[in-house]
């Protein structure tokens, strides 16, 4: 137990679905990500978010959208999506960026996502 | 482009040896590199970090060694226990804002009784 928490572990969806995926932490962390594992690819960072505001986005397709209401929840907004959008999909926070600390990101469990 | 590269998809390591997992990167400005483990249908789990200033960092049977010159950096698990089977996922920190973690491929460690 990391003390993020992500919802739900397994989404099946088709293309013309929508849906949201959530995750959530109480560590007092005010950064959170949303990372992508493919098979046999690096974790692939999408979005962070630093106090609430969205500090990058990786060159991500806008039929993923995120949300981040609060420094505890974070969201991914899913509309139209491809197969190839099937992965795993990981939320984390960590501390914001403070130097010479090495302050790990926290994962969640993931939510496996497929898209039919 | 990669970053962070691990080119050992997989490794097998006898119970009670040393596992010894690799990493290359390529980005002089990553302060802190770090090791993740993951089991299936899980997270990643923190495992030890070192910062770039330092060569070596050391937690009970995980020890992490740092080659700048090299831009190499490689976990060795001593001795290594079945419990050790997972992914390993090597991680290197920049800060640009917030902090961001750059990932690698992955290593899959079996360990065999």
């Known amino acids: 137990e990391t003390g993020v928490t992500q919802t739900p572990r397994h989404l099946v969806m088709g293309m013309t679905n929508k849906k949201s995926l959530k995750c959530e932490q109480h560590?007092?962390?005010?950064?959170m990500y949303w990372y992508k594992q493919s098979a046999k690819k690096p974790l692939e960072l999408m979005f962070v978010?630093?106090?609430?505001?969205?500090?990058e986005n990786n060159s991500v397709p806008s039929r993923f959208s995120p949300e981040c209401p609060n420094s505890s929840h974070l969201f991914l907004h899913l509309h139209t999506l491809q197969p190839e959008d099937s992965a795993l999909y990981l939320c984390?926070?960590?501390?914001?960026?403070?130097?010479?600390?090495?302050?790990?990101?926290?994962f969640g469990q993931g939510t496996r996502l497929t898209v039919v | 482009d990669q970053q962070v590269k691990q080119n050992s998809p997989s490794l097998s390591v006898q119970e009670g040896r040393i596992s010894i997992l690799n990493c290359d990167y390529t980005?002089?400005?990553?302060?802190?590199f770090l090791w993740y483990k993951k089991y299936p249908a899980e997270g990643p789990t923190f495992l030890i970090s070192?910062?770039?200033?330092?060569d070596k960092n050391e937690d009970g049977r995980f020890t992490v060694f740092l080659n700048k010159s090299a831009k190499h950096l490689s976990l060795h698990i001593v001795p290594s226990q079945p419990g050790d089977s997972a992914v390993y996922f090597c991680?290197?920190?920049?800060?640009?804002?917030?902090?961001?973690?750059?990932f690698g491929q992955g290593t899959r460690l079996t360990i065999n009784p």
């Open positions: 984390a926070s960590s501390h914001p960026s403070e130097g010479g600390t090495g302050t790990e990101a926290f």
């Open positions: 560590l007092g962390h005010n950064a």
């Open positions: 978010y630093n106090f609430k505001e969205q500090t």
């Open positions: 980005n002089s400005m990553f302060d802190y």
């Open positions: 070192i910062s770039s200033i330092k």
């Open positions: 991680a290197a920190r920049i800060i640009q804002g917030a902090q961001k973690l750059v």
